[in-house]
């Protein structure tokens, strides 16, 4: 780099906080909502937001609207030098007072690929936790843990979400969205995965560049195609048997899995995936990786076998 060369001053992510999404029938979004393990904080005709039982004030906002619409992610960012950073980005708004839940300072901007609106959030108040788990002691063939006369019961019911993990879309021009998430924010990838015939990139999962802070494997992905449109966004629950109440719960509720239940290759996570009645993809996960500054970044090769190691097979539509 020479001398005069100037370092762009990145906007530094703290963490995924929340996802907006637009219902035509909001009142099935919201049964379906409440089954699949949220809570209501407020509601009023037309928006719910919810919240898992971690410190997040809302984890999910749902609109009444004349579509099934995306409406973007938020993200806690550093400081409130990082939002009026942020202002410069395209369509970014002034920074404003949030009417979300928790409150706080707001910027939104439009990204200039594919125009899906992030929402970037400073000083929200935390909650506090709503519920705990015990961590599960197991008796495995050798060795027993578990001491006499000491049972695992479980409570059928939704599987609590405690907070989101990641959302993904499918972009239309992937390297261009490659350029201004890293290049504008404090994005790293985990992971580059690359087509056959082109050896070039077509997916990314990106992690928070936090320095030697563990973070999860990834918070946001994105992978290119013909049109734009959200893929998934995805909700921790406590460990597996949690999962698996859930997937009971909403299988005898006759709601329609999309995928799962499965191993994840990349980012190890135990995945569950739904559709809700708008037909958007909603993910239950536990088990996943932890990363940080010290992780190299791993590039494979796009396969079916990439993406589990048991579990149903993938689905024909999942990639589109």
């Avoid at 990145?10 to 906080?17: D, G, H, S, V």
Wanted: charged residues 20%.
């Amino acid at each position: 780099m020479s001398p005069s060369a100037v370092v762009k001053q990145k906007i530094n992510l703290r963490r995924i906080a929340h996802v907006y999404y637009t219902h035509k029938n909001l009142d099935a979004a919201h049964q379906f909502l409440l089954d699949f393990g949220f809570s209501v904080v407020t509601r009023t005709d037309d928006r719910i937001y919810y919240r898992g039982y971690g410190t997040e004030p809302f984890v999910y906002c749902a609109s009444k609207g004349t579509g099934d619409v995306f409406g973007g992610a938020g993200w806690v960012v550093d400081s409130m030098e990082d939002l009026e950073l942020a202002t410069s980005l395209p369509g970014a708004t002034p920074i404003h007072d949030s009417d979300a839940p928790g409150g706080g300072k707001r910027v939104t901007f439009y990204e200039p690929i594919d125009n899906c609106p992030f929402h970037l959030v400073y000083e929200q108040t935390p909650v506090e936790m709503t519920e705990t788990f015990p961590e599960l002691v197991y008796n495995f063939p050798t060795t027993k843990h578990r001491p006499v006369n000491k049972t695992q019961r479980f409570k059928k019911g939704p599987a609590p979400v405690h907070k989101i993990g990641h959302f993904g879309l499918c972009v239309t021009d992937y390297k261009k969205a490659y350029e201004f998430y890293t290049s504008n924010f404090n994005w790293k990838p985990t992971e580059l995965v690359y087509a056959p015939d082109t050896k070039e990139d077509i997916t990314t999962f990106l992690h928070l560049d936090r320095g030697q802070e563990w973070v999860d494997h990834h918070s946001f992905f994105f992978f290119e195609g013909p049109k734009f449109h959200v893929h998934h966004s995805s909700f921790e629950v406590f460990d597996f048997d949690i999962q698996m109440l859930g997937h009971t719960w909403l299988t005898e509720k006759k709601y329609e899995n999309c995928w799962g239940v499965g191993r994840h290759v990349m980012g190890s996570q135990i995945f569950d995936y739904w559709f809700d009645p708008s037909k958007f993809v909603l993910e239950h996960y536990v088990d996943g990786d932890l990363v940080n500054e010290d992780t190299p970044i791993n590039r494979t090769m796009a396969a079916p076998d990439n993406l589990h190691v048991w579990g149903p097979e993938v689905p024909e539509t999942f990639l589109q």
